[in-house]
């Protein structure tokens, strides 16, 4: 048992982290003027530093779809670049000079994105921005831009290409997300650097959420996101055309609806791929599902468990199982072979001091293979961020630092370096070597893969460094997702074959990916 103080006996150590990991590559203020290029666009997705207690392996494992989304509309006589900042290459190119910059604004970043939109502004190219924190905060964000794109680029980019070419720009374009998923174009892949992630392959198959968590984005005033599906042979079809072995789902929640989960993997089955989903854990109510899910090649999901205390999770208003038994339905998960990433926010008013020291016992009992922990954020134009402000619990505006590693509210039960001091105690707790042992499958033979992805996930920072420094995260790992897929092909085989529902229990097929 974890004695309730563990994580304030003593100061947590500070992890490593380079330099180029946490500050912003420099902008030249005396780098000179070129001559713009017409109908050049330049997409950048902007810097943000890491969090040295949690690894830096997840920032490449597959790509944002904010760019490459809208991209795809581009029209043919546009040429198009992408532009990853997070990779380590530097600054953004500026040689031959974009007429057109469209950057993606999150709040972490949100200070970069206004640093690299004045600079190419003052040499003549044209800023738009996009993204989430353009549609909670567009009046700060309007300064920095001649354009925002306030909801769906894949219906606005077009529109803002063609103002750009009439020069008639207005200064905001507006879209919702109502309109039919289906006929959007899949995204364009082909910018992406393919050497830099461990896979290009980020796939979206839905978009909404049943759920309406007060502290989530889906939350946002002003963001109307109905739940739309594509069609799952759209999905199928662009996880063969980019031709990787594992796919990573970036949707909201794969498993909103339940028969359409069903369907997808009907027809990803056939692939013979991998790949890994969030979801919701009430997709166990259905096991047959999750066998589906298994034989379709799902690997690992990633569950919003959030809390262990059903308290904080009807203040926020989730729509979720009792915890008691959040413990049976992971059994369900690892009974397929399916490992479990979880995700737990830290910092709810029911949460205490010995709130850590719990949660990361839960996580050891139940063998998560991964955990992933969010101090609470109350996220502008949300209703937890209205409900904070209205209480004076909100400490500043610094939206850097809402980058879920800092407190940035008034928690009520400990002081907000507390809980900092218990964030990083839990993500040190659960990367050490004891714990990375202690949640090892039951099965023999899935331990040694287990370990060796743990490890390169867990506790290899440096080494994830030169990965992303030298482009090799992809020739690197895909050895080790071959393997993986490799063995999922043949468990899928045997599971196929059993009459019963049951799989052997405790297979965990892989780990890390
Ligand atoms: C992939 C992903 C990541 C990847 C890549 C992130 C990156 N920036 O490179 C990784 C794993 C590294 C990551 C890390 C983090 N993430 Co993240 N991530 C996502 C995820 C799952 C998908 C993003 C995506 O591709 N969406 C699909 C695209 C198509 O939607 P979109 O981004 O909104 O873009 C559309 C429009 O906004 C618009 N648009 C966007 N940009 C632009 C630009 C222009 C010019 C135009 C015209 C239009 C436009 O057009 C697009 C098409 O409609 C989202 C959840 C989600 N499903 O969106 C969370 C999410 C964005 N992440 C989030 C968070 C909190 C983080 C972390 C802070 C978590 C952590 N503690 O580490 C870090 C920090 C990274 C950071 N600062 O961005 C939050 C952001 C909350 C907020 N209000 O800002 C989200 C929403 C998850 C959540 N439910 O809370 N993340
Ligand atoms: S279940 Fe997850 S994606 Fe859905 S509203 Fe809640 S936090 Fe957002």
């Known amino acids: 048992m974890i004695a309730p103080d563990e994580p304030f006996l003593r100061p947590i150590p500070k992890r490593w982290i380079p330099r180029e990991m946490s500050v912003a590559p420099a902008l030249d203020p005396n780098a000179p003027d070129g001559p713009v290029e017409p109908h050049y666009a330049l997409l950048i997705n902007p810097f943000y530093p890491k969090d040295a207690n949690a690894s830096f392996g997840k920032h490449v494992l597959t790509p944002t779809l904010a760019l490459s989304s809208f991209a795809a509309t581009t029209p043919p006589h546009w040429r198009v670049d ?5 990779l380590l290459d530097g600054r953004p190119p500026f040689r031959p000079m974009p007429q057109v910059v469209g950057i993606t604004v999150h709040l972490t970043f949100a200070r970069r994105a206004y640093a690299l939109a004045d600079w190419y502004r003052a040499r003549g190219a044209k800023v738009i921005f996009g993204g989430l924190h353009v549609l909670s905060c567009p009046d700060e964000c309007a300064p920095h831009a001649d354009a925002l794109a306030l909801g769906d680029g894949v219906q606005l980019w077009p ?14 374009y507006v879209a919702q997300y109502e309109n039919d998923y289906c006929e959007d174009p899949p995204p364009r892949r082909s910018i992406l650097p393919r050497r ?36 799952p042979q759209q999905v199928v079809d662009e996880f063969i ?9 970036i949707d909201n ?3 909103s609806r339940r028969d359409y989960l069903h369907s997808l993997c009907a027809a990803l089955r056939p692939l013979n791929k991998i790949w890994s989903a969030a979801v919701t854990i009430d997709v166990t109510d259905d096991p047959s599902l999750i066998r589906n899910m298994a034989l379709a090649g799902c690997t690992g999901v990633f569950v919003g468990f959030e809390s262990l205390s059903d308290n904080n999770l009807a203040d926020s208003h989730k729509k979720t199982p009792k915890t008691s038994d959040y413990a049976r339905r992971v059994r369900i998960l690892h009974d397929y072979g399916i490992q479990v990433n979880g995700s737990f926010v830290l910092g709810f008013d029911h949460d205490r001091k010995d709130s850590f020291a719990r949660t990361a016992e839960w996580i050891e009992e139940n063998r998560l293979e991964c955990a992933t922990f969010h101090i609470l954020t109350p996220y502008p134009a949300t209703p ?12 500043h505006h610094d939206w850097t630092l809402y980058d879920t590693g800092h407190a940035v509210f008034q928690p009520k039960h400990m002081t907000p370096q507390e809980l900092e001091q218990g964030y990083a105690w839990i ?3 659960l990367f050490s070597h004891a714990s990375i042992w202690r949640r090892r499958p039951e099965q023999l033979q899935a331990i040694p893969l287990y370990l060796a992805m743990s490890y390169l996930y867990k506790r290899s920072n440096r080494f994830w460094h030169l990965l992303i420094k030298h482009d090799l995260v992809n020739p690197v790992w895909k050895p080790l997702v071959e393997v993986t897929r490799w063995r999922h092909v043949h468990f899928r085989r045997q599971l196929a074959q059993r009459k019963s529902l049951q799989a052997a229990p405790g297979q965990v097929v892989s780990a890390g990916v």
């Open 384 to 395: 937890l961020f209205h409900q904070m402000e209205a209480q004076g619990r909100i400490l």
């Open 241 to 249: 055309a980019d031709d990787q072995p594992y796919a990573v789902f």
């Open 159 to 172: 529109r803002i290409l063609r103002d750009i070419e009439a020069n008639t720009l207005q200064p905001r």
């Open 82 to 86: 992408y532009w990853d900042e997070n």
């Open 253 to 255: 929640n794969l498993g």
């Open 427 to 429: 993500y040190q707790r």
């Open 196 to 231: 830099s992630f461990l896979t290009t392959t980020s796939l979206i198959a839905t978009r909404g959420c049943h759920n309406r968590c007060g502290f989530c984005y889906l939350a946002t005033d002003g963001l109307r996101m109905p739940y739309r599906m594509r069609h």
